[in-house]
């Protein structure tokens, strides 16, 4: 046996000088990753789905002139149950986030999501808008931020090269995937949209948060009290 410089280790096996260049010696675990990345960075499904203005960069980005079915990407699926990739493209509202997680959820693994522009990256210029989410990743996790307002179809590709670099680095071994002990494994819960809209996973801060300022008040409210009465008894 031989460690080569990755630190893999190799059978010793002699290939004869005249089949040097169309043998190649390898074992299973060097060679499932790449064929299994290769398969999936090549017809990565991505959902249709768009918010607002950059989802028409992204219908451009699957037309002919620029032409995602080189990438192997132009199979936009009407479901999340055939889609690896939700691309978020245009203003994230509080009342769509719901929405956008439950599609999340019923997406299959490995799934990626990436987040288009500026207004799904941190609110873009309606940040300050009392209805606007200022960024996508407060909820999902984002593999691959794309930026720009809107970006444009080169800018997409350019992400979706990167989301591939990224494949790449995974390993069959690691990568997420259906569990079948665990189904509600990488599950998000859906935020609850009330008057603002709640983050479950934030239940125990906001409940913190508001027991404090409820005391805070009450502590106020007792100075306030004792600051009136004392003048009389003056
Ligand atoms: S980033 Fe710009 S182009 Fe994209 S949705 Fe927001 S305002 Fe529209």
Redesign the pocket.
Known sequence: MTTSNTGAVAPDITVPEELSNNVVITNIAKLLDPAYNWARRNSIWPMVFG????AIEMICTASSRYDLARFGMEVFRATPRQSDLMIIS??VTKKMVPTIVRLYNQMPEPRYVMSM????SGG???KEGYNVVDGIDKFLPVDVYVP???PTPQALINGLIALQEKIDQQSIATAPWYRKDDPTAGLVPIPVLGPDLVDLRQLDTIRREAARSLAEQEKQRKEAEETAVSPEAA
Do not use: Q
Not at 51 to 54: F, S
Not at 117 to 120: E, Q
């Open positions: 918010l607002a203005c950059c245009g203003t522009g500026a207004c799904a873009g210029p309606f720009g307002c809107p």
